[in-house]
C-alpha cells in the first residue's frame, strides 16, 4: 500500500514537493523476515532546496512511521551523484547498507543507488 503526503508551503500557498512510503528493498530479503518496513521517498521542487524543509517534513513523517504505524524500519536511497539527498538520509538518522543497480525500464538505463535504513530502536534513543 502506497501513502503520499503533499508539502504544501504555507507562505507560497502552493504544493512544492511529496513524501511517500512504498515497498521496501528489503522485502523478501534474508534478514528482514517478520520485520515491518516500509520505503520513504520524497520529491522536492529545486526553488526550495536548502532551505530544511524535507529533514523537518522527513522527521514527521518518520515519527508518524514508528509512533503510529508501528514500523519496524524505513528504508530510504538516493542515486549515487545526488549529494543533497544523501545529505537528507544522513540527517534524517538514516545508516548506510549498500550500493546496488536500478534498472530503469522506462529508460532502459542502469542507476548507481545507495541504500539505507534506520530502525525504530535507534529512532527511540534519539526521541
Known amino acids: 500500500k502506497k501513502e503520499v503526503f503533499a508539502l504544501y508551503h504555507r507562505k ?15 522485502d523478501g530479503r534474508s534478514g528482514y523476515e517478520g520485520l515491518k ?15 530544511g524543509l524535507m529533514p523537518e517534513a522527513g522527521r514527521a513523517v518518520i515519527a508518524y512511521c514508528f509512533e503510529q504505524l508501528g514500523l519496524d524500519a524505513l528504508t530510504s536511497g538516493h542515486f549515487v551523484n545526488n549529494r543533497q539527498s544523501k545529505r537528507v538520509i544522513e540527517k534524517l ?19 548507481e543507488i ?13 526521541n
Request: hydrophobic share 35%; net charge positive.
Open 93 to 111: 538518522g538514516f545508516k548506510y547498507v549498500e550500493t546496488d543497480l536500478f534498472q530503469s525500464a522506462a529508460l532502459n538505463k542502469s542507476f
Open 37 to 51: 518496513i516500509r520505503e520513504m521517498g520524497y520529491v522536492l521542487a529545486k526553488d526550495y532546496w536548502g532551505q
Open 12 to 26: 507560497d500557498r502552493r504544493a512544492i514537493g511529496s513524501l511517500g512510503l512504498h515497498n521496501s528493498w528489503t
Open 114 to 126: 545507495k541504500r539505507y535504513i534506520f530502525f525504530r530502536d535507534e529512532y527511540k534513543r534519539k
